[in-house]
């Protein structure tokens, strides 16, 4: 079965640190993952993918993030965190096998700090 | 929320009603999706549509109903067979299921019931 698991319903972080958003993965055959954020009331919007190649993808904002096959883990990443970063960012995932379906995690909040 | 329009924004059904959600894009995409957001639940996939005249049920499809008769188009019906229908309603696209393309967001509709 494929899923998705993001450990932390909420993050804090300062304004200016580094900020990390932990996400997991169950997927048969290669993964195809990706990371959205969502504003209060808004849909959601694209911010990073990974399909194969690199395992640090950028995307945007200033967003990053790094696949890890052996811990089956997508984690995003900021060097360093900005107030409107402020929203609920989903990590999602699409099998190669099973690829009519997007899989979601159940989102974590991010709340940045001044 | 790019080229996908999603009305109304707000909606709200009284006991026994049936009610429709518009979703239209002007992307040219051929697959269209629909997704039940419910809080600490992530994104919850109930119809999605890979090719205009074609529809597959999702994972929470009981008391919803779509068609798709435009490649634009794709409305869905909440029924009152649907107990629950209070949630936050997501539309997507994507140019086609392959696995590593974009689903794209329109800004959803929050219906309540009276």
């Known amino acids: 079965a494929q899923s998705v698991a993001q450990p932390e319903d909420q993050v804090n972080v300062a304004e200016g640190n580094p900020l990390t958003v932990k996400c997991t993965y169950s997927v048969s055959g290669n993964p195809y993952l990706f990371w959205y954020v969502q504003y209060p009331n808004r849909g959601l919007q694209f911010l990073l993918k990974?399909?194969?190649?690199?395992?640090l993808v950028k995307g945007s904002y200033g967003f990053e993030a790094e696949f890890n096959k052996s811990q089956t883990s997508f984690h995003l990443k900021k060097p360093s965190a900005l107030v409107s970063d402020s929203a609920l960012y989903f990590c999602?995932?699409?099998?190669?096998?099973?690829?009519?379906?997007?899989?979601f995690g159940s989102g974590t909040k991010l709340n940045v700090k001044p | 929320d790019g080229g996908i329009t999603q009305s109304p924004k707000y909606l709200f059904r009284k006991e026994g009603q049936n009610v429709t959600l518009s979703c239209e894009q002007n992307?040219?995409?051929?697959?269209m999706y629909w997704y039940r957001q419910d809080p600490g639940q992530g994104l919850r996939l109930i119809y999605y549509s890979q090719i205009v005249n074609d529809f597959q049920k999702g994972d929470i499809a009981e008391g919803y109903s779509v068609s798709r008769e435009k490649k634009e188009s794709f409305p869905l019906t909440v029924t009152s067979a649907q107990k629950n229908p209070t949630a936050f309603y997501l539309c997507a696209s994507s140019i086609s299921v392959h696995a590593g393309n974009i689903q794209y967001f329109g800004a959803g509709t929050r219906l309540s019931v009276l």
């Open positions: 999602a995932v699409r099998g190669e096998y099973n690829f009519n379906k997007f899989y």
């Open positions: 990974y399909i194969t190649g690199d395992n």
């Open positions: 992307l040219n995409h051929d697959a």
